[in-house]
């Protein structure tokens, strides 16, 4: 938690639950992110946290961005970004949207299936348009699984007929999956893309761009890399596989970016037993997985907690949400321990929760609202 937020929150005690974010920590994380990585640009990946704050801090410093909706488009335009700045990098886009964005200035558009390819040649002539491939996903603690990129073989098919599309064959991208802690994943996605680049130049494809994708890891509970590592382990890779003849390289840091500037504050509701001798107790907070927290979902980011009284004589516990549902229970296997001394009306603080939770949040189940948010 930085100086600022916790200042904020011991000075105004907002009404929780709570999002409190320090822009100067985003901005913080984009110059030691560039540092990194200085031949890279940085395309943040909106969704991480679309805030107009954190968007027009970025355009200040001189960010691209990924964006995977019209909405988020349209969000980077409303912050002062160039269209030319902006990548519209989901690979399942409406038509409309293709057409809305392309009406807009944008020229940089992901796909992976021939049937995306087509709408872009249709709603987005002449664009820049980059190919996501199928990497391994071993590491991350939120992985992407195989909804998105497609097999090399079919890429480079698909790259071939871009270009006879009349559409520019820009680039190849992939995602090794959010908070991944392992920096070999990006060697190994490297060296596979490499391999595709030398296909496709001798299929006279003048392809000349890799997207590395998000995935940079936060602290929470565990220790995790150096950004600095990431930045060698990859310019290493580069490196080792492109020589002297490097690509342009764009990066998609999500929550990275705006992870560890944020905290929820969320108030204790309740902690309670289900049976007298049961060591483990329940501890129900006022925000939960509808809340905003949908990352807990199987327990797969495991935040960290501040309470009022840490240091004191901890036990186990259960964490859960407030509302109705029993899905809305986060943290059952996690070894989670808190103070014995918790209860009801305690203020506490999910730290480094300031990527994907704000725009997680349900519209009113239970009647609860969204998760308030205040960016300093
Ligand atoms: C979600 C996403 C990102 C950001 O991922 P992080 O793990 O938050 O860095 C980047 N690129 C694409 C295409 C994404 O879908």
Request: charged fraction near 25%; proline fraction near 5%; include cysteine.
């Amino acid at each position: 938690m930085t100086p600022k937020v916790a200042r904020f929150l011991r000075d105004s005690m907002p009404a929780t639950p709570c999002l409190v974010l320090d822009v100067d920590r985003v901005e913080e994380n984009y110059r030691r992110m560039a540092a990194a990585l200085p031949l890279a640009r940085i395309y943040y990946a909106v969704k991480a946290n679309p805030a107009a704050p954190i968007l027009e801090r970025l355009v200040g410093l001189g960010s691209s961005f990924d964006a995977a909706s019209w909405e988020e488009v349209s969000a980077c335009l409303e912050a002062g970004a160039r269209p030319e700045a902006i990548s519209f990098g989901n690979t399942v886009k409406k038509e409309s949207a293709i057409r809305a964005a392309h009406a807009a200035g944008v020229r940089m558009f992901a796909f992976d299936s021939e049937a995306e390819l087509r709408k872009l040649a249709r709603s987005a002539p002449g664009a820049r348009v980059y190919c996501r491939i199928l990497v391994g996903n071993d590491g991350a603690e939120w992985p992407l699984s195989r909804k998105f990129g497609c097999e090399v073989a079919m890429a480079k098919e698909l790259m071939v007929l871009a270009g006879e599309l009349g559409l520019d064959p820009y680039g190849i991208s992939f995602h090794v999956g959010s908070q991944q802690t392992k920096t070999a994943a990006y060697e190994a996605a490297i060296a596979k893309v490499a391999m595709l680049f030398t296909d496709l130049k001798e299929a006279g494809v003048n392809v000349r761009m890799v997207n590395l994708g998000g995935g940079y890891p936060v602290r929470y509970r565990q220790e995790v890399p150096e950004i600095d590592d990431f930045g060698a382990a990859i310019m290493g890779a580069m490196a080792e596989h492109f020589g002297n003849a490097l690509p342009e390289i764009v990066i998609e840091p999500g929550r990275f970016m705006v992870g560890d500037a944020g905290v929820v504050s969320a108030e204790v509701v309740l902690v309670s037993r289900k049976g007298a001798e049961d060591p483990v107790r329940w501890v129900y907070l006022d925000i939960g997985r509808f809340g905003g927290l949908a990352e807990t979902e199987g327990e797969a980011i495991k935040y960290a907690f501040r309470t009022p009284h840490d240091g004191g004589a901890e036990g186990p516990v259960t964490i859960a949400g407030p509302t109705c549902d029993s899905t809305d229970t986060l943290y059952e296997k996690s070894n989670y321990r808190l103070p014995l001394a918790l209860e009801s009306g305690d203020r506490v603080e999910l730290l480094a929760t300031g990527a994907y939770v704000t725009t997680y949040a349900s519209q009113k189940f239970n009647g609860f609202q969204p998760l308030a948010e205040h960016y300093l």
